[in-house]
């Protein structure tokens, strides 16, 4: 009598959690395809060499402890494929990666990323308003990092808040390099010494525009590397869950203090500015059936140069031209397109207004 075979399933994925032990082998027991984003802090593997001092004989508080050395870039790419290939297997289809590093490492990383089958999408560089000076004056500051952006695959639909990182920007479409400063002064974790909690601590600000891009209120978002939690405390407040894996229990204590501290944000607060095309489709015919706009009614562009009038069946007409919104628009400027939505305009209590005005209205409405 032949023993039925047992599967070994990985337990339910629990969310808002710190996990205890090693990233790969937490990862491994975790259920495939159940993480919406990853942002990964790996070890730099920075290779020093001796102590740093500064010019007074001070010592530089750098990163030397054990989770950042490895015996060879051999050791350290392996570690880098096996994460990786954990990371890739937890992302949903639709799922994407950032992934931080320096020059230390990033172009080790970058390649193995594509090897795993990511697609990179961007590199964004984190450009420091305040970077710790090169104390033997033997190279240039550094000054930045690189973050590297990636989906899971090349046919992934991944999430990119455009409209929402370009209002953040103050209506410019969002760049991709990013000035912000080191977390200092309040910000900064301390240990019981008054040391840093963490020598690579990342600054809550740069954690708030990632997760602000690519990904949504309700998201699952993971970090392998979680440190002293600042993944965990801004997907928190923005209403993401988090889960942080974390085999040093120092930083697991001081994290877990500091998202108790965390208050979540409410439903309203948390919303961004929809992306264009998530919008739901209003056709300028549907202002006509309303009555928000008459047959027969002129329309002017902006400067009052151009006009048309309202047919009873949503299209346009002028002088030499007949058709959509979009099209008459083109047709009265000798330009090759136009967005009606903006360039026509209509008189509201003496002051032109883009028909823009009434497609949002209703766009409201339909999402009540």
């Known amino acids: 009598m032949s023993r039925a075979k047992t599967t070994v399933r990985p337990a339910p994925l629990k969310t808002d959690v710190i996990l205890e032990g090693d990233c790969i082998e937490v990862m491994r027991s975790m ?23 500064r010019p007074d004989n ?16 051999a ?16 992302l949903k289809p639709d799922g994407a990666i950032w992934v931080i590093g320096s020059y230390h490492n990033v172009f080790r990383l970058g390649a193995t990323i594509q090897d795993a089958g990511f697609w990179i999408l961007n590199d964004v560089v984190w450009r420091k308003t305040n970077p710790m000076p090169n104390f033997r004056g033997k190279r240039l500051t550094n000054a930045h990092e690189t973050l590297i952006w990636a989906a899971k695959s090349d046919r992934s639909k991944y999430t990119f808040n455009y409209e929402a990182m370009k209002a953040l920007n103050e209506g410019v479409q969002m760049r991709s390099d990013w000035t912000i400063p080191l977390c ?44 002293t939690g600042t ?36 439903k309203d607060s948390v919303q961004v500015t929809p992306r264009k095309r998530a919008e739901p489709r ?10 928000l706009l008459s047959p027969g009614e002129t329309l002017i562009s902006e400067n009052g140069r151009h006009s048309a009038k309202v047919r009873a069946d949503g299209t346009l007409i002028s002088s030499d031209a007949r058709g ?45």
């Open 324 to 368: 959509s919104i979009h099209q008459v628009g083109a047709a009265v400027q000798g330009a090759p397109s136009c967005n009606g939505w903006t360039f026509w305009h209509f008189k509201k209590d003496g002051v032109a207004v883009p028909i823009d005005y009434w497609r949002q209205q209703i766009r409201s409405e339909m999402t009540v």
């Open 184 to 227: 200092t002064g309040g910000e900064r974790l301390k240990n019981a010494d008054g040391g840093k909690a963490h020598p690579t601590q990342k600054p809550e600000a740069l954690l708030h525009r990632v997760l602000l891009s690519s990904t949504n209120p309700g998201d699952v978002v993971l970090d392998p590397f979680f440190g």
């Open 75 to 90: 050791a350290y790419d392996a570690f880098t494929r096996d994460w990786l290939i954990e990371a890739r297997r937890l």
């Open 31 to 53: 259920p495939a395809e159940s993480v919406d984003l990853i942002f990964a802090d790996p070890p730099y593997n920075l290779q020093l060499k001796g102590t740093l001092h």
């Open 58 to 73: 001070s010592r530089v508080d750098a990163v030397d402890d054990d989770w950042d050395r490895f015996s060879s870039f």
């Open 231 to 266: 993944t965990g405390a801004v997907a928190k407040r923005l209403d993401r869950r988090y889960i942080g894996i974390e085999r040093e229990a120092e930083y697991r204590a001081v994290a877990e203090k500091r998202i108790r501290g965390v208050r979540r944000l409410d």
């Open 282 to 291: 209003v056709a300028f015919g549907q202002l006509v059936e309303r009555g």
